[in-house]
């Protein structure tokens, strides 16, 4: 347990409808804490003090729960068998690696910190796997999951068996919400950059009263220095990122072999003319023509940095680039696991996600993130203008149709 204090002049206590205490800031009406954060409020004299719940536990077994996966997904790349790739029936690929991931994170989760309540919301399901053709595919994930626990020493006493790994697989199967606590996984973001050699990350965040506490991305692939600096023929280069952000005390990268952690911030750029900008590198997950609108009409002069998975979020909250702009092709839901980790690293570096609108982004409706438009994530100097632009450009592109 943690303990804040705040000046009774600059915070307000509410109930809301439910009765739950809050802590506003009276200047501006903001949550000063989340709901859930507030479990007494004492005023004693001309000062409150708050009893917070602390999430350093979830974050030390989160972090080893990602940094295992990672090391699965690792074995995998190097050695990548065609037998490993299959399509799923919305035609994305998924791997071992992806299954794998998944069952490690799970079974890591619950050994640290029990099954009574664990609730995770996460990408893949055992419904292929269960299926008579999915058998060899079932057998290798068996085998990389055993060695990679057994590999640690902590975890692999016992093997686990067939029916194990599986229901590792669907306690993924959560529908997330409003309330309670429930962790949310995508064991390999960007399957299409594992495929080609290039990033990914193993995306990990907590959700608790439907807000984001905790978010832990491993980026096996992406340097360790900035990518502004990145010599892409460097082979001696140090790669292997983990970032980390708990709600309310900023964000921390490390190597995924163990080194200091180090607190990082999003750029403090004012001039968007100076600013570069990321985006996925398959142009069928965003709107490559709109965005270079988009950065033409605030001045920007470098080309787009293109690549794939929440590694973005990571580079960001480091200042690698200033602006990441998402805008899925029309039809498209966005899913929780694909942002909720990112969202928190970059928040906690003092960055702002939002919508194309402005509106900030709700984790709480369950496996889908309902948004209008697209995601736009920058800092808090340079969102005015950008959303500025993403407005215009919209009525643009909306006018020529
Ligand atoms: N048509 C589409 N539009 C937008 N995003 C898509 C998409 N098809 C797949 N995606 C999502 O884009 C994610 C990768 O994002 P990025 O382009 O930033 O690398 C994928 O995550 P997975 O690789 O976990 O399936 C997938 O969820
Ligand atoms: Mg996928
Ligand atoms: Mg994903
Ligand atoms: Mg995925």
């Excluded at 960055?351 to 800092?379: C, M, Q, W």
Aim: glycine share 8%; charged share 20%.
């Amino acid at each position: 347990m943690e303990m804040a204090t705040f000046s009774v002049s600059s915070a307000t206590i509410i109930k809301d409808s439910l009765s739950r205490t809050s802590l506003l800031s009276t200047k501006n009406r903001k949550p000063l804490l989340p709901l859930s954060l507030c479990l007494t409020l004492k005023a004693s004299n001309s000062t409150l003090t708050v009893a917070s719940m602390s999430y350093d536990k979830q974050l030390a077994a989160a972090k080893n729960a990602a940094s295992l996966a990672a090391r699965l997904c690792q074995k995998v790349q190097k050695v990548l068998l065609q037998a490993d790739v299959q399509s799923k029936s919305d035609k994305s690929p998924v791997t071992v690696a992806d299954y794998g991931s998944q069952a490690v994170v799970s079974v890591v989760l619950q050994k640290e910190l029990g099954s009574a309540s664990f609730s995770l919301v996460a990408e893949e399901d055992s419904g292929d796997l269960r299926k008579k053709e999915g058998k060899e595919t079932l057998r290798r994930i068996i085998e990389l999951v055993n060695e990679t626990l057994a590999s640690d020493g902590t975890y692999g006493n016992a093997p686990l068996f067939e029916e194990d790994v599986l229901a590792a697989i669907d306690s993924g199967r959560s529908e997330g919400g409003p309330s309670g606590q429930h962790w949310v996984l995508d064991p390999i973001d960007g399957t299409k950059g594992f495929l080609r050699g290039d990033q990914y990350a193993i995306a990990l965040g907590l959700l608790d009263e439907g807000k984001v506490v905790l978010g832990v991305l491993a980026c096996p692939n992406l340097p360790l220095a900035s990518l502004a600096s990145h010599n892409p023929q460097d082979d001696q280069e140090k790669v292997g990122c983990l970032f980390y952000a708990q709600v309310g005390s900023g964000t921390y990268m490390q190597s995924l072999d163990g080194s200091a952690p180090i607190k990082v911030h999003v750029t403090d750029l004012d001039n968007p003319e100076e600013a570069s900008f990321f985006e996925s590198f398959e142009a069928a997950h965003s709107l490559h023509d709109l965005s270079s609108l988009i950065a033409k009409k605030l001045g920007v002069r470098a080309p787009p940095v293109r690549i794939d998975s929440q590694a973005k979020y990571g580079a960001l909250s480091r200042g690698d680039g200033a602006i990441y702009l998402r805008f899925p092709h029309k039809g498209y839901r966005e899913k929780i696991w694909d942002h909720a980790a990112g969202y928190l690293v970059v928040a906690e570096a003092g960055g702002v996600v939002s919508d194309a609108a402005g509106n900030p982004l709700d984790f709480s409706k369950g496996r889908y993130l309902d948004l209008h438009e697209g995601i736009i994530v920058t800092n808090q100097k340079l969102m005015p203008a950008l959303l500025k632009a993403v407005k215009d450009s919209l009525n643009e592109k909306a006018s020529s149709l």
